[in-house]
């Protein structure tokens, strides 16, 4: 079905008592931060962000409740916004950012109405596809970084987040797992920001980015195990779910790093000011990039 009612949910319920839970957590957490001075925590970049998914989660969660076409319009406003971003970063043409946007606005919808093999097949012909613009410009001097970094571009953003609609469309209980994996996400970040800012020494990464800890690293795995734990009524039977929360950790901090090497490459501190408290839409968008094949690859081994 490319729509649903997501008030036909089974579980519509019971996640919006653990959203808002959280959400009332959180904030009580922020308040006492700055011992209850308002004006302090309306300065606050963290209440700032907690605004920012006070939006975010409600408009995810109603999105994928109502359908694999939702989905798919959701990724490809999602791919278009980081092609966008991604073709600051990596200084491309104007041909070339308008060849990746154009692609993420199709490759998401295609991902919703063609077999899945032939999206395999179209992952594998990615730099064939990339080398189109460059062929044609006749690009001698340019060409071969050209061709390298719209290939990634192809893949880092239309294809991974095609496949949001290939989960939604293919997976039973899609819906339950897009929901987890969205929340694991999220507390992934919360959990590496919290135990970075308390017990961060070490540094993980110094020279991709010297703020991530190795302690930061333990609180990304505690609050992905968090949040797949809270909502693991709504992840489909058969999925391991220790291996989720795992994927979930690992995808997040390798997502996390990965957008960091674009950005330090680009020497810019955010990808963009798309979102308040955080910067561009790749700055949150990272982590789900890298996550989403891992949990589809997971599915497949386990199918």
């Not at 093999?117 to 012909?125: D, E, T």
Request: glycine fraction near 10%.
């Amino acid at each position: 079905m490319p729509l649903s009612n997501p008030l036909a949910y089974p579980l519509l319920a019971p996640l919006g008592v653990t959203l808002a839970s959280l959400f009332a957590g959180s904030l009580v957490a922020l308040l006492l931060s700055v011992r209850g001075r308002w004006r302090a925590l309306q300065a606050s970049v963290l209440f700032t962000r907690w605004r920012t998914w006070l939006v975010v989660a409600p408009v995810y969660s109603v999105v994928i409740l109502a359908g694999p076409l939702p989905v798919a319009l959701l990724a490809i406003g999602l791919a278009v916004q980081g092609a966008r971003e991604y073709a600051r970063l990596a200084d491309l043409p104007p041909t070339d950012r308008l060849f990746l946007v154009t692609a993420s606005a199709l490759v998401p919808l295609a991902c919703l109405v063609l077999p899945t093999r032939l999206l395999g097949l179209y992952a594998l012909l990615t730099p064939v596809v990339a080398s189109v613009p460059v062929l044609l410009a006749g690009d001698v001097e340019r060409g071969l970084r050209r061709v390298g970094r719209l290939t990634f571009g192809l893949w880092y953003l239309p294809i991974l987040l095609g496949l949001l609609p290939v989960l939604a469309r293919d997976s039973h209980g899609g819906p339950g797992l897009l929901l987890a994996l969205g929340l694991g996400v999220a507390l992934s970040d919360v959990g590496a920001f919290a135990f970075g800012r308390l017990f961060g020494r070490r540094a993980l990464a110094p020279r991709l980015s010297p703020s991530k800890t190795w302690a930061g690293a333990l609180g990304n795995l505690v609050g992905a195990s968090l949040g797949v734990a809270l909502l693991v009524e709504h992840v489909p039977s058969g999925v391991p779910i220790v291996a989720l929360a795992l994927l979930i950790a690992f995808g997040a901090i390798w997502g996390d790093l990965l957008e960091s090497l674009l950005k330090r490459s680009a020497q810019v501190k955010d990808s963009g000011a798309w979102l308040p408290g955080f910067g561009g839409l790749l700055d949150r968008l990272d982590s789900l990039l890298i996550v989403l094949p891992l949990v589809y690859a997971l599915l497949e081994a386990t199918r």
